[in-house]
């Protein structure tokens, strides 16, 4: 679980960080944490009939949350734009899968391979 908050603290340390690549390791660490505190806010709010608590999270962890998905989608060799897959109908299914790739083994054009470099 502390490897998962290290990752987790990892992408908030670069919030607005959109170059480079993530590992899958890395995106999954952060989305697994990410579940947690949203499903624990939640239960909170609806204890406490406050639902101002998750809204707040979630609008905080919106941009942290595109970067890390860009550059993973970076490592897999394809532009950050593809995110906006997430906008239309069924396009978050074919964005996971795209998620969920393994990365490219070399060097691509978004930079070095993470797994090498760490």
């Excluded at 970067?67 to 299914?93: C, E, K, N, Q, T």
């Amino acid at each position: 679980m502390r490897e998962c908050i290290d990752w987790y603290l990892g992408v908030w340390q670069q919030f607005f960080v959109f170059n480079g690549r993530a590992r899958r390791k890395e995106f999954w660490s952060f989305f697994l944490c990410h579940l947690i505190i949203s499903i624990a806010l939640t239960a909170l709010s609806g204890l406490f009939g406050i639902g101002l608590l998750s809204a707040i999270y979630g609008l905080a962890v919106f941009i942290p949350t595109v970067a890390v998905s860009v550059r993973r989608l970076h490592d897999i060799g394809y532009a950050g734009w593809w995110v906006l897959l997430g906008l239309i109908p069924f396009g978050i299914f074919v964005l996971l899968i795209f998620l969920a790739l393994e990365g490219q083994h070399s060097a691509n054009q978004y930079g070095q391979n993470p797994r090498a470099i760490s």
